[in-house]
Nanobody, 112 residues
Framework: QVQPVESGGGLVQPGGSLRLSCTNF????????ISWYRQAPGKQRELVAS???????NYADSVKGRFTIYRDNAWNTVYLQMNSLKPEDTAVYYC??????WGQGIQVTVSS
């Protein structure tokens, strides 16, 4: 069964970096967009970044200039490079394929 799988989360100090990975989201022929969402405690899930099959990227204002979404050439893995992390970036991060398939999420905690 196709279900995105996230990896790379963890605990990092403010100002630090993490790279999240998303795999197992389907074949290159079926995918048209991959997105990263996040949900902090007590808050709604929000879009962080997305990348279309054609390579168009989109970012939430809160992460522009700090996060970068990109993929490998074979469309096997989509990455979310997160730099200059802030405590408010603390959340469970989810990978989503085609606005339909969700991963189980991975915790990112930014704290000193």
């Amino acid at each position: 069964q196709v279900q995105p799988v996230e990896s790379g989360g963890g605990l990092v100090q403010p100002g630090g970096s993490l790279r999240l990975s998303c795999t197992n989201f389907g074949s290159i022929f079926s995918i048209y967009i991959i997105s990263w969402y996040r949900q902090a405690p007590g808050k709604q899930r929000e879009l962080v970044a997305s990348i279309s099959k054609g390579g168009t990227t989109n970012y939430a204002d809160s992460v522009k200039g700090r996060f970068t979404i990109y993929r490998d050439n074979a469309w096997n893995t989509v990455y979310l490079q997160m730099n200059s992390l802030k405590p408010e970036d603390t959340a469970v991060y989810y990978c989503n394929a085609n606005y339909n398939l969700w991963g189980q999420g991975i915790q990112v905690t930014v704290s000193s």
